[in-house]
């Protein structure tokens, strides 16, 4: 089992920057896929970007690709979220994923992990 603590999250205005983190437990974190997901009142958790293990290849919803950039080091076991150009539709709580299996459904699904973090949130003002 893995644990998952997210942190970064807050206020901020629209046009702006901030930076999500998601600290995680385990000695495998190298070997796990890490998703960020977002819930707004109202709607369905949604994919936001993800990132592979050890070769760390990204993907990104469409409606953040250009503006956010999922990172991770493994030496810290953190997985970060950098979103910039931030916009009201971002707001939202921001959960951090894992993934320990080497193979599963589509990293854009949240049935793909298998460990969730508690959330964090990110409140846009315009």
């Known amino acids: 089992q893995v644990q998952l603590v997210e942190s970064g999250g807050g206020l901020v205005q629209a046009g702006g920057s901030v930076r999500l983190s998601c600290a995680a437990s385990g000695r495998t974190f190298t070997n796990y896929a890490m998703g960020w997901f977002r819930q707004a009142p109202g709607k369905e958790r949604e994919f936001v970007a993800a990132?592979?293990?050890?070769?760390?290849?990204?993907f990104y919803a469409s409606s953040v690709k250009g503006r956010f950039t999922i990172s991770r080091d493994n030496a810290k076991n953190t997985v970060y979220l950098q979103m910039n150009s931030l916009k009201p539709d971002d707001a939202a709580v921001y959960y951090c994923?894992?993934?320990?299996?080497?193979?599963?459904?589509?990293?854009?699904?949240?049935?793909?992990?298998?460990?969730w973090g508690q959330g964090t949130q990110v409140t846009v003002s315009s």
């Open positions: 994923a894992a993934r320990s299996s080497a193979y599963g459904p589509a990293l854009s699904s949240t049935t793909s992990y298998d460990n």
């Open positions: 990132i592979r293990g050890s070769a760390g290849d990204t």
